[in-house]
């Protein structure tokens, strides 16, 4: 079972920036790709942005330019910056981890909360 860990949620005013983590045990780390999602309340989970095992970088249009998506294969973790939060970016952002093999399901983690709010 890979566990995911997420961090770095809060409070922030309109305009402000956070830095979400989430670190993986997954072995194979380097191999897969990752994403960030998230859920607002009384919606349905997006996909936020996700990175390849090649670092190839996909973001929802919502968040272009706003938000980066990076990983550090040596501490087997990603981060999403968030830039220029709106109030509509208020959500549960989760982690999840593609699984190196067809036989295990990906992995989610518990998520971080995101408010943007004056």
């Known amino acids: 079972q890979v566990q995911l860990v997420e961090s770095g949620g809060g409070l922030v005013q309109p305009g402000g920036s956070l830095r979400l983590s989430c670190k993986s045990s997954?072995?194979?780390?380097?191999?897969?790709?990752m994403d960030w999602y998230r859920q607002a309340p009384g919606k349905q989970r997006e996909l936020v942005a996700s990175?390849?095992?090649?670092?190839?970088?996909n973001y929802a249009d919502s968040v272009k330019g706003r938000f980066a998506i990076s990983r550090d294969n040596d501490k087997k973790t990603i981060y999403l910056q968030l830039n220029s939060l709106k109030p509509e970016d208020t959500a549960v952002y989760l982690c999840?981890?593609?699984?190196?093999?067809?036989?295990?399901?990906?992995?989610w983690g518990q998520g971080t909360q995101v408010t943007v709010s004056s």
């Open positions: 999840r981890s593609d699984s190196p093999f067809s036989w295990r399901p990906g992995s």
């Open positions: 997954e072995n194979f780390f380097s191999s897969v790709t």
């Open positions: 990175i390849t095992s090649a670092g190839t970088t």
